[in-house]
């Protein structure tokens, strides 16, 4: 297992691992140190656990001990951190259910020894079950190992901001952001529970051990704020700097704005590599308002870039090595060049070289949902299609469960009169016509409710045939476009199952079908739904897969709806003119029912897809811009996958 990095500068022990799956592994070894010790000793172990999609890998590699490693965890005593209230233990939202479903059930924890809060009570009962609940945590000596995650708004448990150091199990009222957050989940905001019952802050720092564990850039920013500045109320997590043996357990993109990440010479001495140099020096031009070759000396010296200046100096020196690598990926022709290249456009910088001619590419795009190809890169699809290349898409998931019921109503009710206008209706069956099904369970659908196969069967094809009209606005005949429908989608809610053995099959089939030259892939680790990123280890694996077997094309990773790649870190940036954007803009709206507002926005952006994608693309050619190098309308970027 690869060793943790541990971080400086923070005020509590931080480490970092380059995956979410590593740092999930390191924790659950963590577990199984203690477990074994105390096992062999004939005593328990008493664990607080948390919910969400955090923890997920952690428990799934317990299960994977438990069941290969022979962990024995009958002795283990477990309680959790919340629940949110009024919750029928029954329901698919409630923690009691998803806990079973996700850990206990495959586990020998004894059901006695399961703690969990109890959404069923009646008002006059919780002030009487909270204090109980504390002191049944005391009736075992305590808790050993507490794991926890953290809320946008900096919470621990359901510690909302405002929660004092000393507060105890109690009844909480959700912040309108935890709510908003929890909002997906709940298929819509106005689903969600105003209340929950949750350990307090003086509860959780009274465990012995505490892992807290945060994984994703939209982590970033409140694990720079609860890790580096002073404790406060308005962060619970940041109280664990109190605690005498707390663990901050990072993947590399949570740990992003961290000052020994973000800034790493502000904290000691560096070993200036070429892509340290190339984000010191982006980083400072943006901050002083240069561009990269008005820097002079004073900046660097101003800015903690003194050791840099000494050893690659003078700034002009510096800024102009980095203006020159950073002109190196505008790439108009991201597939290269297919025509004959005229004498006057012969800059080399720019990826153009007179007589530059090359065969036409094929290019395949791999789009976890039916709308992240033309929302993230439809740019660069409309120029590759321009440019004489093949260009074939990959749907890898329906993103059914991304289609509200309106929609469903909508288009079985076109079917329906579609039938009766023009054919008679040879569909009734015993149970009905497929119309009759889909209203009858519709109509009795509680909020919330998973949807029956027949709902899902519409959302998908709903979302399908938005995705024909998407790639077809680019310019992609249907016959280019693959729907994979990978397996681990398969689940009808927002928690999917890990990647499927098959997946991969089916990834690694394609691509040698296909033999593309280049590869496009959502490598960003943002989706707040997981989808991204299990997708992108499944065309991970695939593709070390058929390099093996002699297949070897460019892989570049692009970012979905939530976030941009870095400055530094662009690899290309694909140039776009109005015209391009705003047929990039036509292709999103195909996606209709995905328009105006969609089912899963993710977190508080209100922003439709395409205005984020827009606003974006803008912002990545006015940052390029501000640094000194070409002004464009707006810029597509990508970085290279390396194996590595």
Not at 161 to 180: A, E, F, H
Not at 353 to 373: C, M, Y
Not at 532 to 539: N, Q, Y
Not at 555 to 565: D, S
């Amino acid at each position: 297992m690869t060793a943790p990095q541990t971080l400086p500068h923070t005020r509590t022990r931080t480490v970092k691992f380059p995956t979410a799956a590593v740092a999930a592994r390191y924790v659950a070894k963590e577990i199984d140190k203690l477990v074994r010790a105390r096992n062999a000793a004939g005593k328990p172990t008493v664990l607080g656990l948390a919910t969400g999609s955090t923890p997920v890998g952690l428990y799934r590699e317990l299960i994977r001990m438990h069941k290969e490693e022979g962990l024995d965890l009958s002795r283990v005593v477990t309680f959790n951190l919340d629940e949110y209230y009024p919750m029928p233990k029954e329901s698919q939202h409630s923690y009691f259910r998803w806990m079973h479903e996700t850990l206990f059930g495959h586990v020998n924890i004894k059901w006695e020894n399961i703690h969990i809060p109890d959404g069923t009570l009646k008002p006059e009962e919780v002030d009487a079950a909270c204090a109980e609940y504390e002191e049944k945590i005391k009736s075992f000596g305590g808790i050993d190992i507490q794991i926890l995650g953290i809320g946008r708004t900096g919470h621990i448990a359901f510690n909302e901001p405002g929660s004092p150091q000393n507060s105890r199990t109690r009844l909480v009222t959700l912040d309108s952001i935890t709510r908003r957050d929890a909002a997906d989940g709940f298929f819509g905001e106005k689903n969600v529970p105003h209340h929950a019952l949750t350990m307090g802050v003086s509860s959780i720092l009274e465990a012995r051990r505490i892992f807290l564990m945060a994984f994703g850039e939209h982590k970033a920013g409140i694990v720079y704020k609860a890790l580096e500045q002073a404790p406060t109320e308005v962060i619970s997590a940041s109280f664990l700097q109190d605690h005498k043996d707390a663990t901050i357990v990072l993947d590399e993109a949570a740990a992003a704005e961290l000052t020994a990440i973000k800034r790493p010479w502000e904290v000691g001495p560096c070993q200036w590599a070429p892509e340290l140099v190339r984000k010191a020096v982006v980083t400072l031009a943006l901050t002083v308002k240069k561009g990269l070759q008005k820097l002079n000396d004073d900046d660097f010296r101003d800015h903690h870039l003194y050791e840099l200046l000494r050893e690659k100096g003078p700034a002009e020196q510096i800024g102009e090595a980095v203006f020159l690598d950073r002109m190196e990926t505008i790439k108009p022709y991201p597939a290269g060049r297919v025509a004959p290249v005229s004498s006057v456009d012969g800059d080399p910088r720019l990826g153009r070289r007179k007589g530059d001619i090359q065969a036409p590419k094929t290019v395949l795009v791999f789009s976890p949902h039916p709308d992240d190809d033309v929302i993230s890169m439809g740019g660069t699809i409309i120029r590759l299609v321009e440019q004489g290349h093949k260009v074939h898409i990959a749907y890898m998931t329906s993103g059914n469960v991304a289609v509200f019921d309106h929609d469903a109503r909508r288009f079985v009710d076109f079917v329906d009169e579609f039938v009766q206008s023009f054919g008679s209706a040879t569909e009734q069956t015993s149970a009905g016509t497929i119309k009759e099904r889909v209203y009858q369970f519709l109509d009795a659908k509680k909020p919330g409710e998973l949807d029956s196969a027949d709902v899902l069967k519409v959302k998908a094809v709903i979302r399908t045939t938005e995705a024909r009209a998407g790639a077809l606005a680019c310019g992609i005949p249907p016959e280019q476009l693959e729907f994979m429908n990978l397996r681990f989608y398969h689940t009808g809610a927002k928690t999917k199952n890990p990647i499927h053995p098959q997946d991969i099959e089916d990834v690694v089939e394609l691509l040698k079908r296909l033999n593309p030259h280049q590869v496009y892939v959502a490598g960003e680790l943002s989706d707040p739904h997981g989808t991204h990123r299990v997708c992108a280890e499944a065309i991970y694996a695939a593709t070390r897969r058929v390099r093996a077997e002699g297949f070897d094309p460019d892989v570049w990773l692009y970012k979905g709806a939530w976030e941009e790649w870095e400055p530094h870190e662009i690899e290309m940036a694909v140039p776009l003119s109005p015209e391009v954007l705003e047929r990039k803009k036509q292709a999103i709206f195909r996606h209709q029912s995905q328009k105006d507002k969609a089912m899963f926005p993710g977190g508080t952006d209100r922003r439709e897809f395409w205005q984020r994608a827009e606003q974006r693309n803008i912002a990545t050619a006015r940052t390029y811009d501000a640094l000194g190098l070409p002004e464009y309308y707006a810029l597509e970027a990508f970085v290279k996958w390396s194996d590595e």
